[in-house]
């Protein structure tokens, strides 16, 4: 079955960076949008980041110039590349892939805690 293993979360200082990694298996990589979305306690899940099928990018306002997202079909793998980072980026953090409704999946989720 489709399997997405995110890892790369962590607890960082105000100002550090992480890098999250999304390994896909068994499954079309190049086939499927690949979105990063987070989730904060008590607060509504919001998309970061996207890259579509051809490559087509698009952030969030809140994290323009300091998040990057790609992807590498031969390794079937995402990366969210998170600089500058402040607290309120503190959330859960899930990739996603998606080729239309009725067709996603989901990572399991990796804490990312930026706090002094």
């Known amino acids: 079955q489709v399997q997405l293993v995110e890892s790369g979360g962590g607890l960082v200082q105000p100002g550090g960076s992480l890098r999250l990694s999304c390994a896909a298996s068994?499954?079309?990589?190049?086939?499927?949008?690949v979105g990063w979305y987070r989730q904060a306690p008590g607060k509504q899940r919001e998309l970061v980041a996207s890259?579509?099928?051809?490559?087509?990018?698009d952030y969030a306002d809140s994290v323009k110039g300091r998040f990057t997202i790609s992807r590498d079909n031969a390794k079937m793998t995402t990366y969210l590349q998170m600089n500058s980072l402040k607290p309120e980026d503190t959330a859960v953090y899930y990739c996603?892939?998606?080729?239309?409704?009725?067709?996603?999946?989901w990572g399991q989720g990796t804490q990312v805690t930026v706090s002094s």
């Open positions: 068994r499954i079309i990589f190049s086939a499927y949008v």
């Open positions: 890259i579509s099928i051809g490559d087509r990018i």
């Open positions: 996603n892939l998606n080729s239309g409704p009725r067709v996603m999946y």
